[in-house]
């Protein structure tokens, strides 16, 4: 059964650092792996979708590798503003399976 | 840009009623899925659509539940007999062409069973 945890379950930093988040998962039969964002009480936003054949992607401040072989992925968050604060979830899709397996999410807070 | 949209937004029920939650995907994509997360745990999957039918479901989705495409544009969740542990956010899912693709996720239904 794939698990996917995500370290730490909460971060805190001043603006303008860089900062990375991690995610594993214990089943590397994946077809590919998604970061997203969600604000408290609301939906999730699609940030990343890196293909099990693919290293990393790369959108704006935002880079998240993926290293399949040792079930783990990291989002890597350049120049952190305020408005990054938000909860960030990694989710799996497997292989054989048409859905996404989630971590618990790691929550972000970017001090001014 | 296209995005999946959901209603009610909130939805409080009394134990034993009925709740439909209501979904339009995107409207290019095949594949449907539904999700819930109950407060402070883990996002799970309950059940994916393809094809007007049920492609997989997990051990949640039991006989109270059930999905329907009633139109071209609609995706709706259906639960029978609401229960407390209902109680939850769900989210409704789309995608173009199943497990290696996108999921793009609507905002939720906060739905409250008293």
């Known amino acids: 059964k794939q698990e996917v945890t995500q370290i730490p379950a909460a971060l805190s930093v001043p603006e303008g650092e860089n900062l990375v988040l991690n995610c594993s998962f214990t089943d590397s039969a994946i077809y590919n792996l998604q970061w997203f964002r969600q604000d408290p009480g609301k939906g999730l936003t699609s940030l990343l979708l890196?293909?099990?054949?693919?290293r990393e992607q790369t959108s704006g401040r935002l880079n998240a590798s993926l290293d399949k072989s040792s079930g783990r992925s990291t989002l890597y968050i350049a120049a952190s503003q305020p408005g990054d604060s938000a909860t960030y979830l990694c989710?799996?899709?497997?292989?054989?399976?048409?859905?996404?397996?989630f971590g618990q999410g790691t929550r972000l807070t970017i001090n001014p | 840009e296209p995005e999946v949209t959901q209603t009610p937004s909130h939805q409080v029920t009394q134990m034993g009623q009925e709740v439909i939650l209501r979904c339009v995907p995107i409207s290019n994509h095949l594949y449907f899925y539904w999700y819930r997360q109950i407060l402070g745990q883990k996002v799970e999957f309950l059940v994916s659509f393809y094809n007007n039918e049920i492609s997989e479901k997990s051990e949640i989705f039991d006989d109270q539940f059930s999905v329907e495409r009633p139109d071209g544009s609609n995706f709706t969740l259906k639960i029978r007999s609401t229960k407390l542990e209902d109680s939850a956010m769900y989210f409704c899912?789309?995608?173009?062409?199943?497990?290696?693709?996108?999921?793009?996720f609507g905002p939720g239904t906060r739905l409250t069973v008293t």
């Open positions: 989710a799996v899709s497997i292989q054989g399976a048409q859905k996404l397996v």
């Open positions: 890196i293909q099990s054949s693919q």
């Open positions: 899912a789309s995608n173009f062409g199943g497990s290696s693709y996108e999921q793009y």
